[in-house]
């Protein structure tokens, strides 16, 4: 169970302002919102990039808003998959393990685990500098997965793939979740990720979270205007939705968020 | 058919007037034997043009009766060199047919006997510069390759000194001089205090490097600029400013010397004054290569578990070390070159730079002349070592291997 509490965090003119999340233990939650609605900068406040100015997170209870990133199990993907270019594929998944001083036995029975649950086999003797995005993409999964993190972070995984590739991933990542029961968070701004992956689906805008609920449910019962806009609902639709009090058009981060009306 | 063999014959016969026309004149240019040696020379000429040129446009034949003229002019007219005309036009004819040769040829032509007291100095780096040209016809717009080469003729004239210099004396004076004792204490001297110095600079500016790169604070700008500092100081106000710190008399000065560690005009010395100069070059290249490392992978293997200094042992200074390879090459570089700041502060023991300087003084640049070429020519092939050895060692550096406890 990880859990957001009234999360906080500015630096210059952007600003999340009070997200509270609480992610059950084996939930797959996709964060939806547009480029700079600072999706990205709540996972790296998660993952512990950033520190919140006012709130806390916990996980299974415990208090980590202060812990270092690499004391906190957080398994963060990129959506360039940032493969460490001097380390071969074998390497990048067994890092975590080897930073964490893990038995070598206990490396070697993890990573070859991945390996076979992500169907890596092939990639592992090729550098790393050859692989194509999709590859990458699902080694820098494996790395992630390999210290068993408490919440598995994805930040737009699949932006830089290919149509092909991403089906493929989200079909791959789906099964892996299903799998391994892994409590995940998943950020994209794309509708068609949040409608395959997402049991639960939270709407960013303007640093809050508008609306959640499951993807069918937001997909059919938009709160206003702006989520269904950005659902790209049909227009009718969207005319008869009650605006809030700040406009959506006019000032899109003030939207008062969740509760408002 | 006939034709031609008619064109031919007259070509021949005109050929052959304008020859006995020559030795005819009162006073004739050449002797008999020259002026027959001519005439076959301009046979053979005549004959290979007509194998060149044929189906060729009327400007390849305007182009290569031009060439003949340039040579006709500069070594029969000019230098009268009849013997060297002849092959020189007998090679020119030869190599008219294939443009690359036509080049080397004509930058040949042009240092051999237009530039005679440089031609090898010259012939080198044109051919050099020439070949590059050639070689990267299909890669570039013929514009760039202009820029490309006309930049590197601009640096041939600026280097023209060293390359001249280079040329200067024989092997033998050369390990005459080098097995001479004093040079030889010299440049181990030079090269051992600019290793330890780049060492000493690499403790603390790799660190402070990557901590520039990766920091934002205010004033950063301000310390990015009194990195620069060194370079920007004169080296004599440099050295004088060491000297008043450190020197002999100097409050720190003495009391080290009191502690058994005299600074000026000591081994100690020199390497503090290399790493004076020496310090911008390594910070800024490392810098520059710390800043290329992206933030990404730091993050991941941070999130991955690893401490901040072990992200920088395992992830940031592997992935940054080539630059900061070349970083301390240049570094490397300038220490051994010092001059200014030493001469003042540490002049003794002598580096290789200072006994140049000495033997200068003592007796002329004849006598510091071998000195400095072994310099040169040593330094060089380090510096050129170092550079290709960071180009071909991509691994270098590299981080722990699988599965190794850490």
């Known amino acids: ?261 | 058919m006939k034709r031609t063999w008619i064109q031919v014959v007259i070509a021949i016969v005109a050929l052959a007037a304008i020859h006995v026309g020559i030795g005819l004149v009162p006073m004739p240019p050449f002797s008999v034997g020259v002026n027959l040696a001519l005439f076959f020379t301009n046979l053979f000429v005549f004959y290979t043009a007509a194998t060149v040129l044929r189906r060729r446009s009327a400007r390849a034949v305007i182009s290569f009766v031009a060439g003949y003229t340039a040579l006709f002019v500069l070594i029969l007219a000019v230098l009268n060199k009849p013997p060297l005309f002849i092959l020189m036009v007998i090679a020119y004819a030869g190599v008219f047919g294939a443009p690359v040769l036509l080049g080397f040829f004509a930058i040949f032509v042009l240092s051999f006997v237009i530039l005679q007291p440089f031609a090898f100095e010259t012939f080198i780096p044109l051919s050099l510069i020439y070949s590059v040209y050639w070689l990267t016809r299909r890669k570039a717009s013929r514009f760039a390759r202009l820029c490309l080469c006309g930049g590197l003729l601009a640096l041939t004239v600026v280097l023209f000194p060293l390359i001249h210099l280079g040329m200067q004396d024989s092997l033998q004076t050369l390990w005459h001089t080098f097995t001479r004792g004093d040079v030889a204490s010299a440049i181990w001297l030079s090269f051992l205090t600019s290793t330890i110095a780049t060492v000493a600079l690499a403790i603390w500016a790799v660190p402070l490097a990557y901590a520039l790169a990766r920091i934002d604070f205010p004033g950063k700008r301000w310390v990015e600029s009194i990195v620069d500092v060194p370079i920007l100081v004169p080296q004599s106000v440099a050295g004088v400013a060491l000297i008043v710190l450190l020197g002999p008399g100097s409050v720190l000065g003495s009391e080290l010397e009191r502690l058994g560690l005299p600074i000026s005009g000591s081994l100690l010395g020199i390497i503090v004054a290399q790493v004076f100069v020496a310090a911008p070059f390594l910070v800024k290249t490392a810098m520059t290569a710390f800043e290329s490392v992206p933030l990404q992978y730091e993050l991941a293997s941070r999130s991955l578990g690893a401490s901040p200094a072990a992200t920088f042992a395992r992830i940031s200074l592997p992935l940054a070390s080539r630059g900061i390879l070349v970083g301390a090459t240049l570094a490397w570089a300038r220490a051994v070159s010092e001059f200014g700041c030493i001469v003042l502060f540490a002049s003794s023991p002598v580096t290789a730079p200072i006994l140049v300087h000495t033997e200068f003084l003592r007796a002329g640049a004849s006598e510091s002349r071998p000195i400095a070429i072994l310099l040169l020519i040593i330094c060089l092939w380090v510096f050129v070592m170092l550079q290709f050895g960071q180009s071909m060692m991509p691994f270098a550096l590299r981080g722990p291997r699988r599965g190794r406890r850490s």
């Not at chain 1, 089906?167 to 799998?179: I, S, T």
């Not at chain 1, 949040?194 to 993807?215: E, K, N, Y």
């Open chain 1, 1 to 261: 169970m990880i859990e957001l509490e009234n999360i906080r965090c500015s630096f210059g003119d952007f600003a999340l302002r009070d997200i509270s999340l609480r992610i059950a233990k084996g939930d797959y939650w996709v964060i939806l919102g547009p480029s700079g609605c600072g999706k990205s900068v709540l996972l790296q406040t998660i993952a512990g990039f950033f520190a919140p100015s006012r709130g806390r997170i916990l996980v299974d209870g415990r208090d980590v808003t202060a812990t270092a990133p690499e004391h906190r199990k957080m398994g963060l993907v990129f959506q360039q998959a940032a493969l460490f270019p001097h380390k071969s594929v074998r390497e990048n998944i067994a890092y975590g393990l080897g930073a964490r001083k893990v038995a070598r036995e206990e490396i070697d029975r993890t990573v070859d685990d991945l390996v076979d649950r992500l169907e890596l086999k092939t990639i592992l003797p090729r550098p790393v500098a050859t692989l194509s995005g999709g590859e990458a993409q699902r080694v820098a999964v494996a790395r992630a997965l390999a210290i068993k993190p408490d919440l598995l972070l994805l930040d737009e995984p699949m932006s830089a793939l290919d149509h092909n590739t991403r089906l493929e991933l989200q079909v791959e990542l789906a099964r892996v979740h299903k799998e391994l029961g892994l409590t995940t968070l998943h950020v994209t701004h794309s509708r068609e990720e949040a409608a395959a992956l997402g049991d639960h689906v939270a709407i960013m805008l303007g640093g809050r979270i508008v609306q959640r609920g499951s993807a069918a449910e937001v997909q059919s019962r938009p709160r206003c205007p702006f989520v269904a806009r950005f659902l790209g609902l049909n227009p009718s639709l969207i005319a008869s939705l009650p605006a809030c009090a700040h406009t959506c058009d006019e000032k899109p981060g003030e939207c008062v968020g969740e509760g408002a009306n």
